[in-house]
């Protein structure tokens, strides 16, 4: 099924990434985590879908995606970041594979924190952040996403690992497998995963070579 929804607000997050907040369809409802396939009710743009996180608590009013806009190519992306409040896009129901499991690590690069977003707030709305811990890749601190938000959260379970910006405050280093063994001692909670397919590839199979169970580790199939 598809909805139409209208543009409510639009909030800068960093220098390429805004928060899109629309119109919650009645009785509409989806599980942290979850995406769905989005197009912009534009002319020539209407059936170019794209798959999107929701990144609102699934018991706000209104629905949020936190969305990178790549202005290299005319993209859907690059689109989105011309939107303006009162336009209209059509999404569709949510689907999606990565749902919280319980109290363990997510890894995320880049743009691929967004399903994390949803599954965060969630756990700070509930009181159950617990020991949650997150290790998030970019490229330049300028790059962090809700960086102070998931410093409130998390605390000194949110680990920046940067890898391009020399002199940053935080790890500059890369996420690999040298890396998880000495940041991770327990191999046996669940692990959740999202970036850009290389990166996935990469940090699933490095979670498995020390020990993680394949049943463990949610991340996108």
């Known amino acids: 099924m598809s909805y139409t929804v209208e543009v409510l607000n639009i909030i800068p997050r960093t220098h390429n990434v805004n928060s899109y907040r629309v119109?919650?369809?009645?009785g509409f409802s989806f599980t942290p985590g979850q995406a769905t396939d989005l197009s912009i009710l534009k002319t020539?743009?209407?059936n170019e879908k794209r798959p999107f996180t929701f990144t609102s608590l699934p018991s706000a009013d209104h629905?949020?995606?936190t969305i990178k806009s790549y202005d290299d190519h005319p993209g859907v992306t690059h689109q989105l970041n011309s939107l303006q409040k009162g336009d209209k896009l059509e999404?569709?129901?949510p689907w999606g594979?990565?749902?919280y499991k319980g109290e363990g690590v997510f890894i995320a690069g880049g743009a691929g924190v967004t399903p994390?977003?949803?599954i965060l707030r969630?756990?700070?709305h509930e009181n159950r952040i617990g020991n949650n811990k997150l290790f998030f890749s970019n490229k330049t601190e300028s790059d962090i996403i809700l960086h102070d938000e998931f410093s409130a959260m998390l605390g000194k379970n949110f680990i920046n690992v940067i890898t391009q910006e020399p002199g940053t405050q935080y790890l500059k280093t890369k996420i690999d497998q040298d890396f998880l063994k000495a940041q991770i001692g327990n191999f046996s909670q669940p692990f959740y995963v999202c970036g850009p397919d290389a990166f996935n590839l990469a940090i699933l199979k490095n979670l498995e070579d020390l020990g993680a169970?394949?049943?463990?580790l949610v991340f996108e199939k």
């Open 97 to 99: 594979a990565i749902a």
């Open 63 to 65: 629905l949020e995606f």
């Open 23 to 26: 119109e919650k369809p009645r």
């Open 122 to 124: 969630f756990l700070q």
């Open 44 to 46: 020539g743009w209407e």
């Open 91 to 93: 999404i569709s129901d």
């Open 213 to 216: 169970h394949p049943d463990s």
């Open 116 to 118: 994390f977003i949803a």
